[in-house]
């Protein structure tokens, strides 16, 4: 996550969908995986903000998304000092500063209490790539997922499409079973500009309360008006 990409009509969906389980008792962990602006054009689809149409799916936050992109400035920050998702705490240091282990460790001592942590790296799981290569710090590890599961929690990541074949798109959306076998894979797609993918690792004791959650989420005007749709990937063994 970059703070330029605040308020992007993908940040719309993504807070939308974050709001909709924290208001309904989920209590959420955010680890930005932040790292800095660069100057791109990435984060500039903001017309939504001019459709009323949009409104309809949190008007709260859509209002709040307006008045902070008509100010100007662009922040994260603006997330948790106005606590856009209900009863969230917030993981805000830049990927791998001062390294990348010692900040991980950070961001699973600042979870612990968390049920649910959102990762939000700005492509995904990292891949064949290593974890010190350059640009390593725009992904997401398996093992990094791993850990926050293995602490307790559920995870929810970020991952894009991007230009994946169908097979190797369904290979990463499932990559965490490697990981996790016993674990739960069900994913929420984001469709309006480009294609975002939220991933969740769930624990079997919790699957049958979020598949109760995702079903709701599936009667909401974000679901029914087309935005997400659903999928699950791996049930329970």
């Given at each position: 996550m970059k703070n330029q990409y605040f308020g992007d009509i993908g940040d719309?969906?993504?807070?939308g969908l974050?709001?909709?389980?924290?208001?309904?008792?989920?209590?959420?962990?955010?680890n930005w995986?932040?790292?800095?602006?660069?100057?791109?054009?990435?984060?500039?689809?903001?017309?939504?903000?001019?459709?009323?149409?949009?409104?309809?799916?949190?008007?709260?936050?859509?209002?709040?998304i307006g008045k902070k992109i008509e100010a100007g400035v662009r922040s994260v920050s603006f997330v948790e000092e106005y606590s856009i998702v209900p009863g969230a705490s917030y993981y805000n240091e830049t990927v791998g500063v001062p390294n990348r282990t010692i900040w991980h460790q950070q961001g699973l001592k600042r979870f612990a209490d968390r049920e649910l942590v959102f990762c939000d790296p700005d492509n995904g799981t990292i891949g064949k790539k290593?974890?010190?290569?350059?640009?390593?710090?725009?992904?997401?590890?398996?093992?990094?997922?791993?850990?926050?599961?293995?602490q307790g929690q559920n995870v929810v990541y970020y991952c894009q499409r991007a230009r994946r074949t169908n097979e190797a798109w369904l290979e990463t959306k499932t990559e965490m079973?490697?990981?996790?076998?016993?674990?739960?894979?069900?994913?929420?797609?984001?469709?309006?500009?480009?294609?975002?993918?939220?991933?969740?690792?769930?624990?079997?004791?919790?699957?049958?309360?979020?598949?109760?959650?995702?079903a709701e989420f599936e009667q909401s005007s974000w679901f029914l008006g087309g935005l997400f749709t659903a999928e699950l990937v791996e049930s329970e063994n």
């Open positions: 719309y969906g993504k807070y974050l709001r909709f389980l924290a208001e309904r008792g989920v209590k959420i962990g955010v995986y932040l790292t800095p602006d660069d100057g791109s054009n990435d984060g500039k689809i903001l017309g939504y903000l001019k459709n009323k149409k949009d409104r309809q799916h949190d008007p709260e936050l859509f209002d709040f290593s974890i010190n290569s350059k640009g390593a710090d725009k992904y997401i590890a398996p093992l990094e997922i791993a850990d926050y599961y293995n079973k490697r990981y996790l076998p016993n674990a739960n894979i069900y994913v929420l797609t984001f469709h309006r500009g480009t294609q975002r993918s939220y991933v969740f690792v769930l624990h079997p004791e919790d699957y049958s309360r979020y598949t109760e959650l995702f």
